[in-house]
Structure formats: structure tokens, C-alpha cells
């Protein structure tokens, strides 16, 4: 069998950043919008964003927003904001964030940072225009902790655009940034390619495939580097060399099973096939639903055949016819399932998704043939976007759900609230009106008498403040005065007159004292007044408090709850529409899958007719070679 | 800086293994259009429900947790690396207001910055008596526990107390209760 070496290489898109994570570290301090992230954190984007959300329109509607903790961090928030948005899938909204805040009066650091945003989103949906208009608006100071991440974006999108000759400068700049090991190495030899400089670009894959390693993503550019440096030389029909960038590639690492089968045939194409079985016997133990797998399946006694070994080819062949035969047979198994509606039940069971690795515990569920493709399914960018939407939407519907039931329950409280307080409100309130009578005639009393002392601190008027004793008998006196005629006794109203005089003696010679003591008085009416005021307050907070816990609620409740069920009728249309959509997305490429190992079993079966008879010659010209004395021993 | 993930790349080399190549973006082609509309769709509706979800949220606080008597606890981690956090128990005068066992996630977004709101109630206004316990494993192996009594006052506006954990080390910082 000849081993077709046909490489596509469709060098379109490079790297793309990741989906807007969340920055390491939180800004100190806003408390919710510090409880915002730990929402996101835990990938819990839809809570983060309705607290966020939430924190930011309040901070808007402030009239003083500089007195808000929030203050400082509103644009952190907001871009965090975009981070949240993209990370729950809501491309639109976060561009619309974004582009508000470079349309904004901000400063340049932050206006050049939303340009670098709504960049990677236009990015990242592969509307390059746009990426490319946004990026070029970044003039001026960029925040240091991004001025690589923008740098890279931009060298992307040239890439992205055909455009290598000013990706280059970029990326070679870029080479010694330590957060970007090797993805610069990387994408310059995508733009080598790109200019059609092959050689350049083996040399630049072999300096990515040479980066040392701390994490895993650096490990893995590493690994796809080599593999591809290594398919290159394949094609290019230097053997020995592409052996060796393939052996580079880690053999646990998500490129080995295609670096394992092409170094196989690196040493088929030299006719070395004892060494090309090295890898493939290794290959063929490993998961059988990988293409590589099962296209080692048929190379593996391929090059046994070709080692004469027929007898051992044969038995290869034949496991493979049936290793083919039992996954067609599981295709068709998981093709019923999911025409027969159970691959849409098994995403959403509870138990699975609360597991963080459930794509992969779903193949081994006993009798659940509806996913036992499933991780090869989400290879499928329109499949996993398409299931995560699906998923998305499953968790929106069942929190319209809960909300839908806890309507119920408020009906239910303020219900209650009611029935509570409404048959002993009417009596609180006449309690009321008494306290706040009496509280509005000390208040006039009080005001009257404020008003005495303000003209007496003026001028002097003593006969205020006499006393009520002082009062009765000066009126007495000056009654019996008024009843004297003229021909009274001189002495009667001289000792009228003296004592007249003695009262106002003692009233302007008490008078300072007396004032003192009123103005002392009048300290504790304000008192009295200030306690009453205390209790009316304290009263109106209350009545109000009561009243607000079960009046005004209905037509919020109402409009809630219509809203809630028309978005769960949306949901479930949309759910019914998406979900038929990723059955016929799953049973397409399921199909796919079964045609290209019907394509293998026929090959399978031919190759192993081929290596009986080749074997049975083999037998046969053993047989006639041997003295006839010997056959049978 | 993010580092970006070889998972997300677009890739950029597809390797055709056989003659029989199996293209997944062809057999899913037919639908992509109608997939890109759902999305958007799928976008929308996300946005009303979380115009919901604000509106929601309001209500319920005005409902259930009225502001002259709303009172919220938040934990926050000072120190991550001090110890291990499993657990932390909240009483308010005496009575059990919130007992929270971590989870990994959890404790990767405390140490990340995050403030996780533990408790909301409602309580009456005057002065009232908070106990914090701490449950951990030190870098030791060691179990950790430690109590710390706190008063505070509850005036007619909401209040919001946050608890910083600083763990074993921080002296009379190891629990501090902040106002906020």
C-alpha cells in the first residue's frame, strides 16, 4: 500500500488570542464589583455579570459618583464588563460596551486599551476589517501590561489579512516576551509561508520547536511547531529530518497521535519499515475513534506485509476489519440515539454538567451511545458553539424556571404582610395622630417662647417673666387703685403704691436670674421636643417600612412574571430550533465518520484477502522448498 | 498580560491524512449560516434575561432584605498562600448565620481577588455580636482554627461587613472585620 502523503496547509487564520479572560488579579477595592469576580472566577459569567451590571448602573445614577468606592475602578469595570460579556458569549453587547468607552471622554491609556479590546473581538469573529480599523486607532501611551498583548494582536491581524511584510518587525520584537514563548517563533514562520519561503519557515518552526517550556500552552505551540516543521519535510520528501521534528513532539501532548503516525511513514517512505512499526503499534493501542488511530490500523500490517511477515499482517487486518466493524456499528447506535431525541437529554443531565471533565465522563456512561462522540464532535467550531449556546440556554431556562416559582412564594409574603399588618394599622395610626398633636403644640408653645427670649436677649422686659403670684396680685392692686376716687385716703394708695412697687422690685431685680432659669427651660422643651420628633421619625419609618413591605409589589410581579415566561417561550424555541440543529450538525459528521470507515473496511478487507494469499504463497513455496520427509514436523 | 492558549487558536495547519479525508467544517457547511443566526439570537435573548435577572434581583432585595434592616457579610482573602481555607462559620448574637465549605474553584477566585458575599439577613437596629471561625490545614499539614468575637452597629442604613482572612501569621489580622 502506498501511503498517500497529501498535506493541506491552509495557512488563513493564526493565532487567535484567548477569549478575554479575567485579569489575574482584582482591583482594590469596590466590594461588588470585587464580588463580581468572584463569580467569574468560578466561570460563573452570567451572576458576574448581573452583579457588575447592576454596580455600574447604580454608580451612573449617582449624583456624586466621585464619593462611590467604585469611583476609581469604573473603567477597569467596564472592561471587565467586555470580559464577562465575551466570555458568555455575547460578542455584541461586549463590542457595544467597549465601543462606548473609546467613544468617550477618557483618558488615552484607557481609550488606547478599548481599541485593543474591540479589536481582539472583531478578531476573534473574524471580521478582519474591523479588527484592523480598531487596532489602528491605538495612538499614543498603551498600558504597559498589555502593550505586547496589542503588539501580537496587531502582528495577527496583518497575518490574518495577508499582510506579512508588517506582521514581521512585530513578531520579531515579540520573540523574547516571556508570556508569549513561542507563539511569535510560531506566527513567523506562518508569515514565511505566506511569502512563500519555505526554507525560512523551517528554520523559524524549528526555533518554535526548540523554546523551552513552563506551562502548557507554550508546550503545546512547541509540539505543533514540530509537527508541522515535521510535515513540511515529509512532503518535501526529507525523511530523516522530519523524523526528527516529529519526535520532538511530546508523546501525551494533543498533537503525538498525528506526530506518531507521520514519523511512521518518514521511515516507510525509506523502505524501513521495522522502524516505522514502532510508532504505529504504539499508535494502534490508543483511543480507536481517532483518525490517526484508525489509520494506523491500516498501515501497521501494511508494513508488516511489506516485511514478508503476511501471516502477522493477516491477523492485523483482520482486527482492524473488526475494530471498524463494531465502531460502525457504534455510529449507527449513536445515529439512532440522536434521531431518537436522547443526545440533547444526556447534554443537560444535571450530574454530568456539575463535573468539570463531563465531556469526557459522558463516553463512559454504560448505554449512552448518543455521546459516545461527543469530544469528537466539539473538534467542530460551528458544533461547539452551537452546544454551548444550547448549554447556555438550558441554564437560563432553568433560572427562569426558579424564578418563575418564586413568584409564587412573593405573592405568598406579601400576602401575609398584609393580612398582618393591615387590621393593626388603623388604631397605630389614631396612636399617631395623638403623638404628633401633642407634638405640633409643644412645637407652637416652644416657637412662642423662643421667640420671647430672642426679644428679651434685644431689651429687657421683665414683666415676662414674672410669676404668676407676681401677676395676680399686681392686677389686684392696680384693680383696687382703679377704685379709689380721687377723694380716697392718700395713705390707702400710697401703700397700694408701695406695694406695686415692691413686685416690680422684685421682678426687675429676679429678672436675670429668672432668665436664666427660662432660657434653662427652654433647653429641656427642646429636649422633650427633640424626643418626640425621635419617636414621630422612628414611627413614619416604620409605618412607611410596613407599608412598602407588602403595597407597590403587584405590578413589578406582574411585569416580571410576564416577562419571565415570554423569555422561557423564546428559550424554548430557540433551544428546540438549536438543538435540531446540532442532531443534524452531529449526525452529518457521525455520517461522514461511518463513510470513511466503510472506505477503511473495504480497503481492510482487500489488503487481508491480499495477505492471505501472499501468506499461503509464502506457505506453499516453503512447503515445496522443504524435502518431503520433513513436512509435518 | 493573557497568555494566549493553543486551544483557541484557528488552526492554521490542517493535516489531510488520507485520501479519504474527512473535512468536519464541510458536513457541518449547510447549517453554519442558520448556526450564526441562532447565535445572535441566542445573544439577545441572554441580554433580556439579564435585564430580568437586574430587575429581579432588585426586587427581591426590596422585598426580602428592606435596607434599614439589611445586614451582609463578606469574606475575602488577604493572605492565599498562609494556609489552605476549608470553611468558614458565621453566628450573629449566638444563632448560626452561615457555615461555607470551599470548593477549589471558590478558593482560586478568593485568591484571585474575588469577595464572596456569605450571608444576608435582616436585623434590627442597635448593636450586635459576630463570631468568626476559620477551618484550615496550614502548609504544614497542621489543622487550623481559630474564633474571633466581633460587635457591631446596625443603624437605619444597610450595612456591609466584610471579614479579611489572613490566616495564621498575621497576628491580630489573621480575622478582621472591615467595614465597608
Known amino acids: 500500500m502506498r501511503r498517500q502523503v497529501h498535506v493541506l496547509l491552509l495557512f488563513a487564520a493564526v493565532a487567535l488570542m484567548a477569549p478575554a479572560g479575567i485579569a489575574a488579579q482584582a482591583p482594590q477595592r469596590d466590594l461588588y464589583f470585587a464580588e463580581a469576580v468572584f463569580w467569574a472566577k468560578q466561570g460563573l459569567y452570567f451572576d458576574a455579570l448581573e452583579r457588575l451590571d447592576t454596580e455600574i448602573t447604580q454608580h451612573r445614577g449617582l449624583d456624586e459618583p466621585e ?65 484592523l480599523i480598531a487596532i489602528e486607532r491605538i495612538d499614543g501611551r498603551v498600558p504597559a501590561e498589555i502593550r505586547d498583548d496589542v503588539d501580537y494582536l496587531r502582528a495577527n491581524i496583518y497575518l490574518a489579512t495577508a499582510r506579512p511584510e508588517e506582521a514581521r518587525p512585530i513578531l520579531r520584537r515579540l520573540q523574547g516576551a516571556r508570556a508569549l514563548t513561542g507563539f511569535p517563533e510560531y506566527n513567523l514562520a506562518i508569515a514565511d509561508l505566506q511569502e512563500q519561503d519555505t526554507e525560512a519557515a523551517l528554520h523559524q518552526f524549528e526555533k518554535a520547536g526548540s523554546v523551552k517550556a513552563s506551562d502548557e500552552s507554550t508546550r503545546a505551540i512547541r509540539d505543533k511547531s514540530n509537527l508541522v516543521r515535521g510535515t513540511l519535510l515529509l512532503e518535501a520528501g526529507r525523511y530523516d529530518e522530519a523524523k526528527t521534528a516529529l519526535e520532538r513532539v511530546r508523546l501525551d501532548g494533543p ?8 514519523a511512521g511513514w518518514a521511515d516507510t517512505h525509506q523502505s524501513r519499515y521495522e522502524k516505522a512499526l514502532v510508532p504505529w503499534n504504539i499508535l494502534v493501542a490508543r483511543n480507536r475513534t481517532d483518525p490517526a ?40 447506535a449513536s445515529i439512532e440515539a440522536i434521531r431518537e431525541g436522547r443526545f440533547l437529554e444526556a447534554l443537560v443531565r444535571e450530574e454530568i454538567r456539575k463535573d468539570r471533565d463531563w465531556v469526557i465522563r459522558l463516553r463512559s456512561l454504560p448505554e449512552a451511545p448518543e455521546t459516545y462522540y461527543l469530544m469528537e464532535l466539539m473538534a467542530s467550531h460551528d458544533f461547539q458553539t452551537g452546544l454551548s449556546n444550547y448549554l447556555d440556554m438550558e441554564d437560563l431556562r432553568r433560572r427562569l424556571s426558579r424564578w418563575g416559582a418564586s ?90 403704691g408701695r406695694l406695686q412697687g415692691l ?32 419617636q414621630y421619625d422612628a414611627y413614619v419609618r416604620v409605618r412607611q417600612a410596613a407599608t412598602h413591605s407588602y403595597v407597590g409589589y403587584d405590578r413589578t410581579i406582574k411585569r416580571l412574571r410576564t416577562r419571565v415566561g ?29 463513510r470513511r470507515l466503510e472506505g477503511y473496511e473495504e480497503r481492510a478487507r482487500y489488503a487481508l484477502a491480499d495477505s492471505y494469499d501472499r501468506a499461503t504463497a509464502a506457505q506453499a513455496a516453503v512447503e515445496t522448498a522443504l524435502p518431503a520427509g520433513v513436512e509435518g514436523e | 498580560m493573557q497568555k494566549p492558549i493553543a486551544a483557541t487558536f484557528v488552526a492554521a495547519v490542517f493535516l489531510g491524512c488520507s485520501a ?13 449560516q442558520e448556526l450564526r443566526s441562532l447565535d445572535e439570537q441566542v445573544q439577545e435573548i441572554k441580554t433580556d434575561v439579564l435585564a430580568i435577572a437586574a430587575e429581579l434581583s432588585a426586587l427581591e432585595e426590596q422585598l426580602l432584605f428592606p435596607s434599614s434592616t439589611q445586614v451582609s457579610v463578606f469574606v475575602s482573602l488577604e493572605r492565599p498562600d498562609a494556609f489552605r481555607l476549608d470553611a468558614v462559620r458565621v453566628t450573629i448574637d449566638g444563632e448560626l448565620a452561615a457555615h461555607h465549605i470551599y470548593s477549589f474553584k471558590e478558593l482560586d477566585a478568593l ?14 437596629g442597635g448593636e450586635h455580636e459576630l463570631a468568626v471561625t476559620v477551618v484550615g490545614k496550614l502548609p504544614s499539614g497542621k489543622d487550623y482554627q481559630q474564633t474571633e468575637q466581633f460587635t457591631f452597629e446596625k443603624s437605619i442604613d444597610p450595612r456591609l461587613l466584610g471579614i479579611a482572612l489572613a490566616g495564621p501569621g498575621a497576628g491580630e489580622a489573621a480575622i478582621q472585620l472591615n467595614d465597608w
Open chain 1, 407 to 496: 413568584f409564587d412564594a412573593f405573592d405568598g409574603i406579601i400576602a401575609a404582610r398584609r393580612d398582618y399588618f393591615e387590621p393593626r394599622l388603623p388604631a397605630l395610626d389614631k396612636q399617631f395622630r395623638d403623638v404628633d398633636s401633642r407634638r405640633r403644640l409643644r412645637l407652637e408653645q416652644h416657637e412662642i417662647l423662643s421667640d420671647r427670649l430672642q426679644s428679651m436677649l434685644v431689651a429687657p422686659r421683665p414683666e415676662f417673666l414674672a410669676t404668676t403670684g407676681e401677676r395676680v396680685v399686681s392686677a389686684r392692686l392696680e384693680a383696687l387703685r382703679e377704685g379709689l376716687d380721687a377723694d380716697a385716703d392718700a395713705e390707702l394708695i400710697e401703700r397700694i
Open chain 1, 293 to 332: 488511530v484508525q489509520e494506523a490500523m491500516l498501515a501497521l500490517p501494511y508494513a508488516y506485509g511489506a516485511l514478508n511477515v503476511h501471516g502477522r499482517a493477516a491477523v492485523l487486518y483482520n482486527q482492524a476489519l473488526e475494530s471498524f466493524g463494531s465502531e460502525l456499528n457504534r455510529l449507527d
Open chain 2, 111 to 124: 485568591a484571585s481577588g474575588g469577595v464572596q458575599r456569605i450571608f444576608t439577613g435582616n436585623l434590627p
Open chain 1, 255 to 262: 498533537f503525538s497521535n498525528q506526530a506518531l503516525l507521520s
Open chain 1, 566 to 594: 415570554e423569555a422561557s417561550s423564546r428559550i424554548d424555541r430557540l433551544m428546540a430550533r438549536q438543538g435540531y440543529l446540532l442532531e443534524q450538525v452531529a449526525i452529518r459528521e457521525l455520517e461522514a465518520r461511518s
Open chain 1, 67 to 131: 464619593l462611590d468606592t467604585l469611583y476609581p475602578f469604573i473603567h477597569d469595570a467596564e472592561f471587565f464588563v467586555g470580559d464577562f460579556e465575551l466570555n458568555f458569549r455575547m460578542h455584541h453587547r461586549a463590542g457595544r460596551a467597549i465601543a462606548a468607552v473609546l467613544e468617550g471622554n477618557v483618558p488615552e491609556v484607557v481609550r488606547n486599551e478599548a481599541a485593543y479590546r474591540l479589536a481582539r473581538i472583531h478578531f476573534q469573529k473574524g471580521q478582519l476589517k474591523d479588527a
Open chain 1, 503 to 534: 413686685i416690680t422690685w422684685q421682678v426687675k431685680t429676679a429678672y436675670h436670674e429668672r432668665l436664666t432659669a427660662f432660657y434653662g427651660h427652654l433647653q429641656d422643651s427642646q429636649q422633650a421636643i427633640d424626643l418626640l420628633t425621635e
Open chain 2, 20 to 32: 479519504l479525508g474527512w473535512n468536519t467544517a464541510r458536513a457541518a457547511e449547510p447549517s453554519a
